[in-house]
């Protein structure tokens, strides 16, 4: 069964404090790791897509990495807008269902 | 510049109601899906349509049905609401499988 496991639930920094949200993951076979924003009240947004062990993507103050257990989302001289749930989810290249398997988020509050 | 619309945001039914949530997207995406939110539990995938005229189950598909009616429209259906299904339902759709999602904005549905 694939399961996604981010940490930690919750996180309050301090704007401009940079830190990492981290997802790991036990899939069949990954075909990619995803990373949404959600803010509150509000549908997910898709941030990156990764495919690979080693491959990394940027987004304004957000990058991402990915490993073969797991991946960071690393934020760096965060604002308070950037304050929101940050999604985790996986495809596997097996199983039946089409589909992505999410975690349980982490909620980031940036505060100014 | 719609992206996903879902219909209705929120809905209120008594227990052995019916009713069908509707979705639809304008950006010509092959697949489409059906998610459901609830506190500490993540989202999970209902059941999805990789492609017109196709539909699967996901993880919870109990209590449900689906229609893929074209290739813009995915509704889903309760046949006989349960206090279990009270949720936030989300819509989604990408261009193939293992791309992104487009979800929606989300329907609040109380079941009393």
């Known amino acids: 069964e694939d399961q996604v496991t981010q940490s930690p639930e919750a996180l309050r920094l301090q704007e401009g404090e940079s830190s990492s949200l981290n997802c790991s993951y036990t899939?069949?076979?990954?075909?990619?790791l995803f990373w949404y924003r959600q803010d509150p009240g509000k549908g997910p947004e898709f941030l990156f897509t990764l495919y690979s062990a080693g491959e990394e993507k940027e987004k304004e103050r957000l990058k991402a990495t990915l490993t073969k257990k797991e991946s960071f989302l690393h934020i760096t001289a965060p604002k308070p807008e950037d304050s929101a749930t940050y999604l985790c989810?996986?495809?596997?290249?097996?199983?039946?269902?089409?589909?992505?398997?999410f975690g349980k988020g982490t909620h980031l509050i940036i505060q100014p | 510049n719609a992206g996903v619309t879902q219909t209705p945001k929120f809905q209120v039914l008594k227990t052995g109601q019916s009713m069908t949530l509707q979705c639809a997207q304008d950006?010509?995406?092959?697949?489409m899906y059906w998610y459901r939110q609830d506190p500490g539990m993540g989202l999970r995938l209902i059941y999805y349509?990789?492609?017109?005229?196709?539909?699967d189950k996901g993880e919870v598909p109990n209590g449900y049905n689906v229609s893929r009616l074209n290739k813009r429209e995915f509704s889903l259906r309760l046949e006989s609401a349960a206090p279990s299904q009270t949720s936030v339902y989300f819509c989604?759709?990408?261009?193939?499988?293992?791309?992104?999602?487009?979800f929606g904005s989300g329907t609040r549905l109380t079941v009393v």
């Open positions: 989604a759709s990408s261009e193939r499988a293992f791309y992104g999602y487009t």
């Open positions: 989810a996986v495809q596997a290249s097996g199983g039946g269902a089409d589909g992505l398997t």
């Open positions: 349509s990789a492609s017109e005229g196709t539909t």
């Open positions: 899939v069949s076979g990954l075909r990619g």
């Open positions: 950006m010509n995406h092959n697949s």
